[in-house]
């Protein structure tokens, strides 16, 4: 043999194995002082390591170290423990959870196919619902600021009306933002 051992040839040697190859490494371990050398101290770290105590890991060791180890969870299988989660433990339970998801499922589906099949009847009754709401929004603010009031924010049209309802919502802001500052100053002083 023209090389040294690998430390897999060192291993077989200390374990003492018997098999192909073996015979030609202990042949040259025989002739080679520095293979020679290096498995008596391979075989000295070995006597050495099986002269320690065997001592057991605590029963929780394992727990322990794999709660600080990130695992990775695909998506599917974290959706799926989310689900298995929430459903009821309880076969009657969930069988009604069940029969109640199949009922809305097969509701919004009924829905929807007919708002596909009937566009502009759909299109009919969303107009109409707006106009509702709107002609009814409008009848609030009429009972609320007048109105005279309504017929000018009318006439000035959507510009008009966002420029009031921004300078509104600046307004309320501001109030919300001062009566916090208002209780944390009377908190303050409350302590002291």
């Not at 030609?24 to 293979?35: K, T």
């Not at 107009?127 to 109105?147: F, H, L, P, Q, R």
Request: aromatic share 6%.
């Amino acid at each position: 043999m023209n090389r040294h051992l690998l430390p897999d040839e060192f291993d077989l040697l200390v374990d003492e194995e018997i098999g192909f190859g073996v015979p030609e490494l202990q042949a040259h371990v025989r002739d080679c002082d520095q293979c020679r050398f290096e498995l008596e101290s391979v075989r000295t770290v070995m006597s050495r390591i099986e002269s320690l105590p065997h001592i057991a890991p605590s029963p929780l060791f394992a727990e322990k170290v794999m709660a600080q180890v990130n695992v990775f969870e695909p998506w599917h299988v974290a959706a799926g423990n989310t689900i298995r989660a929430l459903l009821p433990r309880h076969r009657p339970l969930r069988v009604a959870l069940g029969a109640a998801a199949l009922t809305s499922c097969l509701t919004l589906t009924t829905i929807f196919v007919w708002i596909a099949s009937r566009f502009d009847s759909a299109m009919l009754l969303a107009g109409s619902a707006y106009d509702a709401a709107s002609a009814g929004a409008w009848a609030m603010v009429t009972a609320i600021v007048g109105a005279r009031t309504v017929a000018a924010l009318q006439a000035g049209g959507t510009p008009l009306v966002v420029t009031l309802g921004s300078i509104m919502a600046v307004v309320a802001i501001a109030s919300i933002i001062g009566l916090r500052r208002a209780s944390r100053l009377l908190a303050a002083q409350s302590r002291s």
